[in-house]
């Protein structure tokens, strides 16, 4: 069993979560595409996914709009990985300890001087650290 998931490793947890929320907003939109939650998600999560399902704009996939304002910092935070490089390595390790063999790891096409910081620090940093586990 595997996942995709958004992975964006910074030192200023909000530079994480605002490059990672268009993509975040784009992946979660999957989980609401009929204007219907699918899956498993908790009532607040269910309740963003439906406002996400409502102002969701084609025009601007994966881009910081509209989407992106209606995702709270806790979602960003429960649907990737963001924040410092121990936070992201945990969370790895929790993606691993619930079983996943296989998971591909996403970052925005973007290449911003942040956006290279953040691959620099998923493969230099986080995924040795993850490896060596």
Wanted: with cysteine; charged share 25%.
């Amino acid at each position: 069993m595997g996942c995709v998931v958004v992975a964006m490793p910074q030192e200023d947890i909000r530079v994480a979560r605002d490059l990672a929320r268009p993509t975040i907003a784009t992946m979660a939109r999957f989980s609401v595409m009929n204007k219907k939650v699918i899956g498993p998600a908790t009532s607040d999560q269910a309740e963003t996914m439906l406002k996400l399902a409502e102002v969701y704009d084609m025009n601007k996939h994966g881009d910081a709009a509209a989407q992106t304002q209606v995702l709270s910092d806790e979602f960003v935070d429960q649907f990737g990985i963001v924040g410092s490089v121990d936070t992201c390595v945990d969370r790895i390790k929790e993606f691993v300890d619930l079983g996943l063999e296989r998971m591909t790891l996403w970052m925005p096409h973007t290449r911003t001087p942040e956006m290279a910081h953040s691959y620099d620090l998923l493969v230099n940093e986080v995924l040795p650290r993850v490896r060596a586990r």
